[in-house]
């Protein structure tokens, strides 16, 4: 297996983002300002907008393959009463959608 590791940069490389984003005298983790530059962030703008983006920013959940079968079942079976089972994975990102899901069902 091969690794790919994702480009380091030098401490002076993200100094910039770091003072950019410091907020009230309280510095900016450089760990995350090298996560940020990895992604491509190179100033308090685009920093700006990969950490609060808007709804226009957010990709179309349409476009994932037969959305809109899945919100016409989930839907109909609001409407008709029926009970439903919500599954979800221990990790964060599951289980904040189980009870998202859990929240508007």
Known sequence: ??????PQFEPQE???LEQALAVANRP???PLANILRQ???QNLEEAKRYLQPTLSQ???PFLMKDMDKACNRIF???AGGERFLIFG??????TTSVSLLQLFM
Not at 1 to 6: A, L
Not at 89 to 94: H, N, P, W
């Open 28 to 30: 900016f983790p450089r």
């Open 76 to 78: 109909a079976g609001l």
């Open 39 to 41: 992604r491509g962030v």
């Open 1 to 6: 297996m091969n690794w790919k590791f994702k």
């Open 14 to 16: 993200t100094l910039g």
């Open 58 to 60: 957010m990709h179309d």
């Open 89 to 94: 994975d221990y990790d964060v990102d599951g």
